[in-house]
């Protein structure tokens, strides 16, 4: 199960929930990903935000970079991202951990039900938490810049 999600300082997206088996091409990134992520960045942010993405293959495919380009009003692209770096990513370093511990596991007794807790866990991320977590970005980069690049605790 593949579930795409973008996180703010003003909230978390909508996700986007694919079907069991399918996987990310560059072609449903730009028809499905992308019109949603611009959405709900300006459902966020309002037309002055950055998009970040990581380094897998359908983000930087060269269309996908064309239509980031032609509809963001910012972005950093890969040369300006490093890669593997999840602790730069607070969908990694916080995000999905803190959905994890909100759902109720007891209760997923089927695809359709692990759904609607994924969404319900989702729902259940306490705002102020991951303001504090997308404020402690910028000091992450500098613990990062100490360890010379190594993972941070």
């Known amino acids: ?23 990310l091409t560059h072609e449903n990134y730009i028809e499905i990903v992308l019109p949603h992520a ?36 910012q972005f950093i692209d890969e040369n300006k991202w490093p890669p593997n770096s999840p602790d730069l990513n607070v969908l990694d370093y ?14 997923v007794k089927s695809y359709d039900s692990l759904i609607d807790e994924i969404k319900k866990g989702i729902s259940r991320v306490p705002k102020n938490d991951l303001l504090r977590s997308v404020q402690n970005w910028s000091s992450r980069i500098f613990s990062i810049l100490k360890t010379k690049g ?4």
Do not use: C
């Not at 593949?2 to 079907?19: D, H, R, T």
């Not at 060269?62 to 980031?68: L, P």
């Not at 190594?150 to 605790?153: Q, S, T, V």
């Open 1 to 23: 199960l593949m579930v795409w999600l973008a996180a703010s300082k003003n909230g978390l997206s909508l996700p986007i929930i694919f079907e069991p088996g399918e996987t």
């Open 38 to 73: 611009l959405s709900e960045g300006q459902r966020l942010l309002g037309d002055n935000f950055i998009y970040q993405q990581d380094n897998a293959t359908p983000h930087k495919h060269k269309d996908s970079i064309a239509w980031i380009k032609k509809n963001f009003p």
């Open 94 to 107: 916080y995000v999905w951990d803190a959905i994890g511990h909100n759902m109720h596991w007891d209760k």
């Open 150 to 153: 190594a993972y941070i605790k």
